[in-house]
């Protein structure tokens, strides 16, 4: 059995402060030396929620940090519950770790400003008592959640005695290098999207973060203005991204922070990380029991003089900025961490080891562009995958492009409304159809509710522990069971790009623990509506074959009997359910037989059947495996074939489906075409495809695709997909009350 110094329990899917703080506990951990682990728990209570923080993702790769499941078998000296918030219900699933201690860390102070309880204290205790069996010590991030810890009754006894202070990671915070300011000023700030981080009083903001023609305010993040005020004109603001804090930080000369009267800061980490950058940090005078002269304390309607009176005086800004630099190093450094470790046990009657030395502090910070690492998992786990019907084979291809990157631990087993289930068993998984309300004869009505007991029944036999749904819509029969089976996990694929005129309820997601959107080449040009929609987990392309995948071409010319040293042409126009393309399909027909070219029609499986268009038919799935034979593909713009040809260099000319009811092909085939990774016509162009086919079957239009589609970055989403799943399954559930969390009956 594993036993570890430390195990840190926390939901990595916080932002803010609370994953900062997580990832440099991890950091710390490392180059100190303890034997730590990560034991993921799904406590945000918002749904659908999002995916690990990237930055706690890149951490726990790039130093292969252990990530425990809530049934992994170890021992540790010190349990740190990482958020309150996290452990105010009981656990769906009991962790069978065993810590000597216990000890939550409160990132959140118990009280709002307006003393208005936060959390219940008794709660996060009984509830980490009955999860370990183990003493519970609470400790504060901070000396405010100190003080309100003692105002609320709870025993010094079951409080640490030293402050369990947040640290950060000073080698992600380079010193400053930008000159004092003389005459124009950039003044700014970053925080997570809360109103609550801001002013309420519309005459403190404007004082704060004043119009002046000499000031430029940047604001990384979200700025939310009192009601009443007008949007300044000097402010500008950048959306919040991973791995842009510490440049953004660079850009500025002064770092102001005030916020709602309402907020309590336990800490205030992203404060520490602007001090930590060399920058003068004017705050309200509540902060100086933590920062001391560090910052500069003023009251909202004080801080226009802080600046002039920095701006005329170089030296006394240069001696600021040095203090704010040694306040941090001195107190808040990963350098203290050993110290702090060493009181925490003290403090609480643990055993690390005595002496901790730093193995490096210059190490430089996990890049976040690390590949997430897969976590381990409880014994076999299943998951059903549902797949709607759909017009072609787009769902049921997305899933399995999925469930091939799901770790061992974790057996998908499909549910399809798709005739293409024998597809899905070829490829070796479990597969059982139900016919689709289309096909079945039935009212809408008694059709959702025989799906339902059809899942109920699904669920019941495979035992899976969650359900990945792709599809549109979620119907009611889906609905339903979704609402019984509440100790399931829940996700949701649902590809961008609809057409605008599609609807859309936007607070179906929110009956989701995760939505997922698969990457989309043309995304910036989707004005559906998800495109607004910020609920979604959103991953690369999610591809069956991706690059580097596909056979060569011998060996792709053997299997679709074809001359590899002849021009190849494949025509895949798609099931052809919903859309007409027979004047087409035959003007392309015609149109190959005149050209020395060896042409072939890919049926697909689901097509109409047919005479077809007059070539020689060859039935195969999937279709880009064979890529590197085709010289030219004519085929249809659906999610999978589009990205799967463009990503995968196969010279192609669309030929967008434009049925109401699909999703947005024509741009995306557009959007391909003017970028010079394929070509396009669209099906009402049919008399005037020689001018485009011509072009398209030359050399240089091969050799175009190719490089273009060899400059594209490619992440695979597939994968992306499958670690947010695995996240998900391999969590301790805590993110609902119990009585909620359970299965129901009837």
Same mark, same amino acid.
Request: net charge neutral; proline share 8%.
């Given at each position: 059995?594993?036993?570890?110094?430390?195990?840190?329990?926390?939901?990595?899917?916080?932002?803010?402060?609370?994953?900062?703080?997580?990832?440099?506990?991890?950091?710390?951990?490392?180059?100190?030396?303890?034997?730590? #682990?990560?034991?993921?728990?799904?406590?945000?209570?918002?749904?659908?929620?999002?995916?690990? #923080?990237?930055?706690?993702?890149?951490?726990?790769?790039?130093?292969?940090?252990?990530?425990?499941?809530?049934?992994?078998?170890?021992?540790?000296?010190?349990?740190?519950?990482?958020?309150?918030?996290?452990?105010?219900?009981?656990?769906?699933?009991?962790?069978?770790?065993?810590?000597?201690?216990?000890?939550?860390?409160?990132?959140?102070?118990?009280?709002?400003?307006?003393?208005?309880?936060?959390?219940?204290?008794?709660?996060?205790?009984?509830?980490?008592?009955?999860?370990?069996?183990?003493?519970?010590?609470?400790?504060?991030?901070?000396?405010?959640?100190?003080?309100?810890?003692?105002?609320?009754?709870?025993?010094?006894?079951?409080?640490?005695?030293?402050?369990?202070?947040?640290?950060?990671?000073?080698?992600?915070?380079?010193?400053?290098?930008?000159?004092?300011?003389?005459?124009?000023?950039?003044?700014?700030?970053?925080?997570? +999207?809360?109103?609550?981080?801001?002013?309420?009083?519309?005459?403190?903001?404007?004082?704060?973060?004043?119009?002046?023609?000499?000031?430029?305010?940047?604001?990384?993040?979200?700025?939310?203005?009192?009601?009443?005020?007008?949007?300044?004109?000097?402010?500008?603001?950048?959306?919040?991204?991973?791995?842009?804090?510490?440049?953004?930080?660079?850009?500025?000369?002064?770092?102001?922070?005030?916020?709602?009267?309402?907020?309590?800061?336990?800490?205030?980490?992203?404060?520490?990380?602007?001090?930590?950058?060399?920058?003068?940090?004017?705050?309200?005078?509540?902060?100086?029991?933590?920062?001391?002269?560090?910052?500069?304390?003023?009251?909202?309607?004080?801080?226009?003089?802080?600046?002039?009176?920095?701006?005329?005086?170089?030296?006394?800004?240069?001696?600021?900025?040095?203090?704010?630099?040694?306040?941090?190093?001195?107190?808040?450094?990963?350098?203290?961490?050993?110290?702090?470790?060493?009181?925490?046990?003290?403090?609480?009657?643990?055993?690390?080891?005595?002496?901790?030395?730093?193995?490096?502090?210059?190490?430089?910070?996990?890049?976040?562009?690390?590949?997430?690492?897969?976590?381990?998992?409880?014994?076999?786990?299943?998951?059903?995958?549902?797949?709607?019907?759909?017009?072609?084979?787009?769902?049921?291809?997305?899933?399995?492009?999925?469930? +091939?990157?799901?770790?061992?631990?974790?057996?998908?087993?499909f549910l399809t409304l798709s005739l293409a289930t024998s597809i899905v068993r070829k490829a070796g998984y479990s597969a059982d159809y139900i016919p689709s309300f289309g096909k079945s004869g039935v009212t809408e009505s008694s059709w959702n509710d025989v799906f339902a007991l059809e899942l109920l029944a699904a669920l019941d036999a495979t035992g899976a522990q969650g359900v990945v749904f792709d599809s549109n819509h979620p119907f009611p029969g889906l609905m339903t069971v979704l609402n019984k089976r509440t100790d399931l996990s829940w996700v949701w694929v649902r590809r961008g790009l609809w057409q605008?005129?599609? +609807?859309?309820?936007?607070?179906?997601?929110?009956?989701?623990?995760?939505?997922?959107?698969?990457?989309?080449?043309?995304?910036?040009?989707?004005?559906?509506?998800?495109?607004?929609?910020?609920?979604?987990?959103?991953?690369?392309?999610?591809?069956?074959?991706?690059?580097?995948?596909?056979?060569?071409?011998?060996?792709?010319?053997?299997?679709?009997?074809?001359?590899? +040293?002849?021009?190849?042409?494949?025509?895949?126009?798609?099931?052809?359910?919903?859309?007409?393309?027979?004047?087409?399909?035959?003007?392309?027909?015609?149109?190959?037989?005149?050209?020395?070219?060896?042409?072939?029609?890919?049926?697909?499986?689901?097509?109409?059947?047919?005479?077809?268009?007059?070539?020689?038919?060859?039935?195969?799935?999937?279709?880009?495996?064979?890529?590197?034979?085709?010289?030219?593909?004519?085929?249809?713009?659906?999610?999978?074939?589009?990205?799967?040809?463009?990503?995968?260099?196969?010279?192609?000319?669309?030929?967008?489906?434009?049925?109401?009811?699909?999703?947005?092909?024509?741009?995306?085939?557009?959007?391909?075409?003017?970028?010079?990774?394929?070509?396009?016509?669209?099906?009402?162009?049919?008399?005037?495809?020689?001018?485009?086919?011509?072009?398209?079957?030359?050399?240089?239009?091969?050799?175009?695709?190719?490089?273009?589609?060899?400059?594209?970055?490619?992440?695979?989403?597939?994968?992306?997909?499958?670690?947010?799943?695995?996240?998900?399954?391999?969590?301790?559930?805590?993110?609902?009350?119990?009585?909620?969390?359970?299965?129901?009956?009837?």
């Amino acid at each position: 059995m594993d036993h570890f110094d430390i195990v840190h329990a926390a939901d990595p899917r916080f932002r803010g402060g609370t994953a900062s703080a997580l990832r440099t506990e991890i950091v710390a951990a490392h180059r100190w030396g303890l034997k730590s #682990a990560l034991l993921p728990y799904h406590g945000m209570k918002e749904r659908p929620c999002y995916g690990f #923080a990237p930055r706690v993702q890149a951490a726990v790769a790039a130093l292969d940090f252990p990530m425990l499941s809530y049934d992994a078998q170890a021992t540790c000296e010190i349990l740190l519950a990482h958020h309150p918030f996290v452990f105010q219900n009981l656990p769906l699933q009991r962790p069978r770790l065993q810590p000597r201690k216990v000890v939550a860390v409160l990132h959140h102070p118990p009280l709002d400003g307006r003393h208005h309880p936060q959390y219940d204290t008794e709660k996060l205790i009984a509830a980490l008592e009955a999860s370990y069996c183990a003493p519970v010590f609470l400790a504060p991030v901070g000396p405010i959640v100190r003080q309100q810890l003692l105002e609320i009754g709870v025993s010094a006894e079951r409080i640490v005695r030293h402050d369990f202070l947040n640290i950060v990671d000073e080698t992600e915070w380079p010193a400053r290098t930008r000159p004092a300011p003389v005459d124009q000023v950039v003044i700014g700030r970053h925080s997570r +999207k809360d109103p609550l981080k801001w002013p309420d009083d519309a005459t403190d903001c404007q004082a704060a973060y004043p119009v002046a023609d000499n000031i430029t305010i940047r604001i990384l993040g979200e700025a939310y203005l009192p009601q009443g005020m007008e949007w300044p004109r000097n402010m500008y603001v950048q959306e919040f991204t991973e791995t842009g804090v510490a440049d953004f930080l660079a850009g500025l000369d002064f770092y102001v922070y005030f916020h709602s009267s309402r907020w309590v800061e336990a800490f205030g980490l992203a404060i520490a990380e602007a001090m930590a950058s060399g920058l003068v940090v004017i705050l309200p005078p509540r902060f100086r029991q933590l920062f001391g002269d560090g910052a500069v304390y003023a009251h909202p309607d004080e801080v226009m003089s802080v600046i002039d009176r920095f701006r005329a005086q170089p030296d006394d800004y240069r001696r600021q900025s040095l203090a704010a630099r040694r306040i941090v190093h001195t107190h808040y450094a990963i350098k203290s961490y050993g110290k702090r470790m060493q009181e925490l046990a003290e403090d609480i009657g643990a055993r690390l080891p005595y002496p901790l030395r730093l193995k490096s502090v210059d190490t430089p910070p996990p890049a976040v562009t690390t590949q997430a690492k897969m976590p381990a998992g409880p014994a076999r786990t299943r998951v059903l995958m549902v797949a709607s019907n759909g017009i072609g084979l787009g769902h049921v291809t997305r899933l399995m492009a999925i469930a +091939k990157h799901l770790p061992d631990w974790i057996e998908p087993v499909f549910l399809t409304l798709s005739l293409a289930t024998s597809i899905v068993r070829k490829a070796g998984y479990s597969a059982d159809y139900i016919p689709s309300f289309g096909k079945s004869g039935v009212t809408e009505s008694s059709w959702n509710d025989v799906f339902a007991l059809e899942l109920l029944a699904a669920l019941d036999a495979t035992g899976a522990q969650g359900v990945v749904f792709d599809s549109n819509h979620p119907f009611p029969g889906l609905m339903t069971v979704l609402n019984k089976r509440t100790d399931l996990s829940w996700v949701w694929v649902r590809r961008g790009l609809w057409q605008p005129h599609h +609807k859309l309820d936007p607070g179906i997601e929110k009956s989701f623990d995760l939505v997922l959107e698969p990457g989309e080449m043309a995304r910036d040009h989707d004005h559906g509506p998800t495109a607004q929609l910020r609920g979604a987990l959103r991953v690369g392309p999610v591809l069956l074959v991706e690059p580097g995948e596909a056979l060569d071409r011998e060996a792709a010319a053997a299997a679709l009997d074809l001359d590899p +040293k002849r021009c190849n042409v494949a025509v895949q126009l798609g099931s052809r359910q919903n859309m007409d393309f027979a004047q087409l399909r035959a003007q392309i027909a015609n149109s190959l037989l005149q050209q020395d070219v060896s042409a072939i029609e890919i049926v697909n499986p689901l097509a109409k059947k047919d005479d077809g268009m007059g070539l020689p038919q060859r039935q195969i799935y999937p279709l880009a495996r064979y890529g590197s034979a085709i010289d030219l593909l004519i085929t249809t713009a659906g999610y999978n074939g589009f990205h799967e040809s463009v990503y995968g260099g196969i010279p192609t000319l669309f030929v967008p489906n434009e049925a109401p009811e699909m999703d947005h092909q024509h741009v995306r085939a557009h959007f391909a075409a003017v970028s010079g990774l394929a070509a396009c016509i669209r099906n009402s162009d049919a008399p005037r495809l020689d001018a485009t086919l011509g072009p398209c079957l030359t050399a240089d239009f091969r050799a175009q695709v190719k490089a273009a589609a060899g400059d594209l970055p490619y992440e695979s989403g597939g994968r992306q997909a499958a670690v947010a799943i695995a996240e998900q399954l391999a969590s301790v559930r805590t993110n609902r009350p119990l009585g909620l969390a359970l299965a129901r009956s009837g």
